[in-house]
């Protein structure tokens, strides 16, 4: 196993403190009953929509494949989080082990890295149903969207693994004490006692690839999507088009916005007291409100929730 590896500059280490929102304790019991509901919630939505996009004979559409795999990346991420969070916020047990760091940092990579690419096959798959409306059964055929979908979890598996094992190769000699709700890549680097110019340099670079990449190929999808929507003379096809791309896009600009306020930074300008309530937006936030914007303004889920409703 791939963790093996990863110990052997800290055989003697046997784990970490996570301070979570220890500098609020009279919130501690607030936080923990708003963090437990957002958590259901959030759950319960995906495992609906997921199942709705899987029965609902209406939502048989490359569009509704891709939204159920992104619900399920959600899930995973969801419990990757939240129940340590939610551990550290209720009990005086605030340690993780040092393997089970490393783990939860594996699967937090994985599945955010993973997003990344699965935003970006959303918008190339909305650019060809609007930029290429004849041929796109032919292009977003089970075969291409199975292919986009396994790419996505290739490329956050790949980042993962590297990341994790350069991050947790690191000798930790100082404070075990992660100043954090969950093992993230900058409050783990900040307790390494070696020179990690280079780790921030690799970290950097993935963050680059991942981020900025598969933004770029997010905004070249919706430019060309924009750029065909000027040119319908259609106001109706223009408005119907608009429509069906205003949820991916304020779903991007949630994630891709949060996401790059907290890694495209120098280790030296982290503040991890703010820090903390970012990460909220992309690991608590986030995952609540998607479900709704993807399907409050989809008048196809809308009349699949019905049909269900009906059939109950």
Known sequence: MFLDVIVRNNHTMTGFI??????????RYILFVVFLCIFKISLAAHMFLIFLYRFSPNLQTPMYFFLANFSLMEICYILTIDPKMLQVLLSQQKTISFYGCATQMFMFLLFAGSECFMLAAMGYDRYNAICNPLLYNILMDKVMCTQLICGSWFIGAIVAIVQTILMFSLPFCRSHIINHFYCDVPPVLALACADTHIHEITTMFFTLAVIVGSFILTVISYSLIIWTIFKTHSASVRKKAFSTCTSHILVVTMFYGSGSVMYLRPKSSYGMG???????????IAPLLNPFIYSLRNNDVISAVRRCKNAL
């Open 18 to 27: 996570l301070v979570g929102f220890s500098e609020v304790p009279e919130l």
């Open 274 to 284: 703010e820090d903390k309530f970012i990460s909220l937006m992309y690991t608590v």
